[in-house]
């Protein structure tokens, strides 16, 4: 299967402090990619679909001021939580769509904790 | 839009034998559905899939089931192993590229 990454595996930050995760797509180019939020003992909540070269569309409810993505390259996709707060604590994954096959791969998640 | 339950919340069978999790959608136009694998602080792994135009696929000693006229899908895992334990999720294909999941299966093999 296809290989997506996560940069990094966990982060901790202070509140009022943003915080940057990269997914990248290592063997395949990922024209979209999505990224999901995970509470504890939950399932995987859609925040966003990143096309390559276009703004980001956001789901009903989130933030896009504050969960900030950018997609500029066909192998990377970035997630930015500005002014990150403790109820932000949570677990990000992204995924990459392998277009041809209707397939999404995921990567292996960004665990973040604010203080 | 799309929505997908999924069934049981929580499944223990002892070590060799089979275990079924069912999901069902609302939406009849999804043709593709996913079954991923998360383990404890890792992303969700796909474990098989199956496309609208067939009934049944199997890989070893996982296979999944498509009914699309009840609109009901089934992950089912046989000889089951201590290393199948972990959280699964079903999924449907919605709106062309985005992916609907079921509320998760802890699923825990019991030696």
């Known amino acids: 299967g296809a290989v997506v990454s996560q940069h990094p595996s966990w982060v901790i930050c202070k509140s009022g402090t943003s915080v940057k995760i990269e997914c990248r797509s290592l063997d395949f180019q990922a024209t979209t990619m999505f990224w999901y939020r995970q509470f504890p003992k939950q399932s995987l909540m859609l925040m966003a679909t990143s096309n390559e070269g276009s703004k980001a569309t956001y789901e009903q409810g989130v933030e896009k001021d504050k969960f900030l993505i950018n997609h500029a390259s066909l192998t990377l996709s970035t997630l930015t939580v500005t002014s990150a707060h403790p109820e932000d604590s949570s677990f990000y994954i992204c995924?990459?769509?392998?277009?041809?096959?209707?397939?999404?791969?995921f990567g292996p998640g960004t665990r973040l904790l604010v203080l | 839009g799309e929505n997908v339950e999924q069934h049981p919340s929580t499944l223990s069978v002892q070590e060799g034998d089979s275990a079924v999790i069912k999901c069902t959608y609302s939406d009849s136009a999804s043709n593709y559905f996913p079954w991923y694998k998360q383990e404890l602080g890792k992303g969700p792994q796909l474990i098989i899939d199956i496309r609208s135009n067939v009934g049944e696929k199997k890989d070893q000693r996982i296979a999944v089931t498509l009914n699309k006229t009840a609109k009901h899908f089934s992950l089912h895992i046989t000889e089951t192993q201590p290393e199948d334990s972990a959280v699964y999720f079903c999924a449907a294909f919605w709106g062309a590229q985005k992916l609907v999941f079921g509320q998760g299966t802890r699923l825990t093999i019991n030696p």
């Open positions: 995924s990459g769509l392998v277009r041809a096959l209707e397939t999404q791969y």
